[in-house]
Nanobody, 124 residues
């Protein structure tokens, strides 16, 4: 069974930090670009960040640029999203998703696998 499992979500105060993890099982992430998405209640799912299969290319939404950092450790079959300076508007369920590609580019459409999400709540 091929799956992605997110972890690391929780309740944090504004200005705080969290690190989300996306671990793959049943397949290796070596040839997959990974995207982080989020969906707040009543809102459309939006792309947050992506990282190429090699980790050489990253992309961030304007809303998180400078605050979030995506990284990957292919040896651990895991992708991370370090979230700093969190704001209440960052509150959402965060999903990771993987798409097979041998190209060294970020891809955030046509994802092959999705995790179930982890909830991040930013509130004082």
């Amino acid at each position: 069974q091929l799956q992605l499992v997110e972890s690391g979500g929780g309740l944090v105060q504004p200005g705080g930090s969290l690190r989300l993890s996306c671990a793959a099982s049943g397949f290796t992430l070596d040839y997959y670009a990974i995207g982080w998405f989020r969906q707040a209640p009543g809102k459309e799912r939006e792309g947050v960040s992506c990282i190429s299969s090699s980790g050489g290319s990253t992309v961030y939404a304007d809303s998180v640029k400078g605050r979030f950092t995506i990284s990957r450790d292919n040896a651990k079959n895991t992708v991370y999203l370090q979230m700093n300076s969190l704001k209440p508007e960052d509150t959402a369920v965060y999903f990771c998703a993987a798409v097979y590609t041998v190209q060294a580019v970020c891809v955030m459409i046509g994802m092959d696998y999705w995790g179930k999400g982890t909830l991040v709540t930013v509130s004082s």
